[in-house]
């Protein structure tokens, strides 16, 4: 944290819940942006999940971001609606739509050919997730432009 801290760069963390639960004390500690990844873990868990509390509160503080995609990853329902991680997408998308960032995890590489999700199935729930087409566009491009330093689109 420390080395990317000076050089602008974020942190991606990609941990399970309990993990970012029980990290809690260390991530007011780090001098750099945190990006937590496929929504802290959280799909299966849900927003009662302690991890949803702690990631809630660092979005708060405006230093966290969080990536609101693999929807697939625990899940205990399954596309096409995969609605325990929509809840928690859902969640974090009303609570603070500025701070979230929408990817594909394409080619999914923790899985097996076999068991390859359809990215057009998860592409089309960010519409569920962020109904309103301003809040997707600032999704899909002016939080990337903001966290990244892209140059804005015009």
Known sequence: A???????????????????????????????????????????????????????????????????????????????????????AEAFVMAAPERMLWGSDWPHPSLGTDHKPDDAVLFDLLSQWAPDATMRHRILVENPEALYGFTKSS
Request: glycine residues 12%; proline residues 5%.
């Open 2 to 88: 420390q080395r990317v801290a000076g050089l602008g760069w974020h942190l991606q963390i990609h941990m399970r819940g309990d993990q970012i639960a029980g990290a809690k004390d260390l991530w007011d500690r780090l001098p750099s942006r945190i990006v937590f990844d496929h929504m802290g873990r959280l799909q299966a868990a849900g927003i009662d999940d302690p991890a949803f509390g702690v990631i809630r509160a660092l979005i708060d503080k405006g230093r966290t971001w969080v990536k609101i995609s693999g929807a697939y990853i625990e899940t205990k329902v399954g596309p096409p609606t995969y609605a325990d991680a929509s809840r928690v």
